[in-house]
């Protein structure tokens, strides 16, 4: 099986900073793209930013200049640098990834979610 475990979330002012990291584990042969999405209260889940595993990466337009992807690729592990951080940033954050396991198979998983406060 494969296991996406998130940290790094929590409350912080606005303006604040965060960092999140997601750590894929088990049986894994690659791992393809990752990335994170959010869901706010009583709204859909949607795309904060997402890299292949070459580097190329893809956002939200609310988030340019203020986040950040990246990932390690020796530690299967994504990374979400957030800055400048709004009360409308508020929301479970969700690591997300398309794994090969070592079997063959090809298929996407989630984390469990993390949760990013932000207070005005």
């Known amino acids: 099986q494969v296991q996406l475990v998130e940290s790094g979330g929590g409350l912080v002012q606005a303006g604040g900073s965060l960092r999140l990291s997601c750590a894929a584990s088990g049986y894994i042969f690659s791992i393809n793209d990752m990335g994170w999405y959010r869901q706010a209260p009583g709204k859909q889940r949607d795309l904060v930013e997402r890299i292949t595993s070459g580097g190329s990466t893809n956002y939200e337009d609310s988030v340019k200049g203020r986040f950040t992807i990246s990932r390690d690729n020796a530690k299967n592990t994504v990374y979400l640098q957030m800055s400048s951080l709004k009360p409308e940033d508020t929301a479970v954050y969700y690591c997300?990834?398309?794994?090969?396991?070592?079997?063959?198979?090809?298929?996407?998983?989630w984390g469990q979610g993390t949760q990013v406060t932000v207070s005005s």
């Open positions: 997300n990834a398309d794994v090969t396991a070592a079997w063959g198979r090809r298929a996407t998983y």
